[in-house]
């Protein structure tokens, strides 16, 4: 099963995703990991990449498709994947579903996760992440017991360099031109289901559940 979650910056896919990927039995694929990921050990994708996630806007279409082509040839793809940030523009939209067609596949259901953008702003300047199990806390909702110390790991708990106040202005600004339209592509091919992403965690949670029933 390939599963798109689309949704603004802050909206919910990261914290949503390893209940979905697991009850479906998919991998979890965030382009926005993996470029970080790559960024940790400094290769060459991660510092491409770092250049445009500094200023908010999106990596380049080629890049993100050849990443993503590769991901999905593994062999824990075999079944689908739980697509979490990509695709964010309509060009990796087609290219998504080329990759898919030559293997006979398409994508099954986009989840929307639909939050306000005052929420959003809220909630990214708090986020915080663990670099050692990518759990994510906020620092005002939902801190981790001891400050920056994760509660599952005992990792370091820190601050993503795109969480600024100007960063996430134009993250959100990307959102509305790029990615936007992708709503409407998805629901034109019958494939959007739209969850509201401003209930608490776990309601948004049983409500993407039932959307996948
Ligand atoms: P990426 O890492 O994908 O970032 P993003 O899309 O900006 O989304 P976020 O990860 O910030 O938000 P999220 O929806 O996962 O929210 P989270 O669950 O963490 O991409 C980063 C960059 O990489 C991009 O800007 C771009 O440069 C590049 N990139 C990646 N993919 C690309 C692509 N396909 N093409 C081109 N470039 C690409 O939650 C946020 C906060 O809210 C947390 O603190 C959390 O605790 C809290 N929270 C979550 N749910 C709730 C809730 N229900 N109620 C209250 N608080 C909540
Ligand atoms: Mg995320
Ligand atoms: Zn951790």
Not at 58 to 80: F, S
Not at 124 to 134: A, D, E, H, Q, Y
Not at 149 to 177: F, M, N, P, W
Request: hydrophobic letters at 40%; one cysteine or more; glycine letters at 8%.
């Amino acid at each position: 099963m390939i599963v798109i979650l689309l949704g603004p910056p802050g909206a919910g896919k990261g914290t949503q995703a390893a209940a979905i990927s697991k009850s479906l039995n998919v991998p979890h694929v965030s382009t926005g990991d993996i470029f970080r990921a790559n960024l940790e050990y400094q290769t060459a994708l991660g510092l491409e990449a770092k250049k445009y996630m500094d200023q908010g806007q999106l990596v380049p279409d080629d890049l993100v498709v050849r990443l993503v082509a590769d991901r999905l040839a593994k062999p824990d793809a075999l079944e689908g994947a739980l697509l979490d940030g990509f695709p964010r523009t309509i060009v990796q939209a087609q290219a998504l579903s080329d990759i898919l067609a030559a293997k006979g596949k398409k994508v099954d259901v986009c989840l929307l996760l639909e939050v306000p953008d005052e929420d959003l702003i809220a909630r990214l300047s708090g986020r915080r992440v663990c670099r050692g199990c990518g759990a994510g806390y906020h620092a005002l909702f939902s801190p981790p017991k001891v400050e920056n110390v994760c509660d599952k790991c005992g990792g370091e708990v820190y601050q993503r360099e795109d969480d600024s106040a100007q960063t996430i202005k134009s993250r959100l600004a990307v959102y509305h031109k790029q990615t936007k339209p992708l709503v409407e592509w998805y629901q034109s091919r019958g494939l959007l289901k739209v969850i509201n992403g401003r209930s608490d965690p776990k309601t948004v949670e049983a409500e993407i559940a039932k959307a996948l029933a």
